[in-house]
């Protein structure tokens, strides 16, 4: 199963790789044919566009994955082991609220997006901002896994040093 995991999130990377060299191209592209032809393709100004929101809100759901947005780790680092589990609980009960309501909020909002389109290339705008039920969800999963294994006492003392800002890199973690 961890295989299996391991290869989604590889494969997400992947996406996110693509859809950044595709943006960084289309842009250059589009400099290149105004400096040189006083032109520009109106598609690669609309793709790149989508593409930043995809790269956000996939690269939103990788780091999450890997603990890596921002927390505040020099109040944290200051508790017990008991404390931290606390805030580790607190933190992924916020999340899962949050990130359900991300969910539902783009799940509401689906029905306008699927019948609205894109000026440009006319796809429809379902493309661009379901991403947000990708990102709701997983992020929502995600938490939910932690939380389950946070109460069920099966997080490990490298995930809570993690937590608290105790520099161990992921692959430390993956290893332990």
Not at 79 to 96: E, H, K, P, Y
Not at 137 to 157: M, Q, S
Request: charge should be neutral; glycine fraction near 10%.
């Amino acid at each position: 199963m961890k295989k299996a995991v391991d290869l989604f999130y590889g494969f997400i990377g992947a996406l996110l790789v693509f859809c950044l060299a595709a943006m960084a191209a289309m842009v250059f592209l589009n400099v290149v044919l105004r400096y040189a032809a006083n032109s520009g393709l109106n598609v690669s100004d609309e793709l790149s566009r989508y593409f930043f929101i995809w790269v956000s809100f996939l690269g939103a759901v990788l780091t999450f994955r890997e603990n890596g947005h921002l927390g505040i780790e020099t109040l944290v680092a200051r508790f017990s082991r008991s404390g931290r589990i606390f805030c580790m609980i607190l933190t992924n009960l916020v999340i899962l609220l949050c990130s359900g309501i991300f969910f539902w909020g783009t799940w509401k909002q689906s029905g306008i997006n699927a019948s609205m389109h894109a000026p440009v290339t006319g796809l429809p705008m379902i493309y661009v901002y379901g991403i947000g039920l990708f990102t709701g969800g997983g992020i929502f999963i995600i938490a939910l896994e932690r939380l389950i294994r946070l109460l069920t006492g099966r997080v490990t003392d490298d995930e809570i040093a993690h937590f608290a800002g105790e520099n161990l890199s992921i692959e430390e973690l993956t290893e332990r």
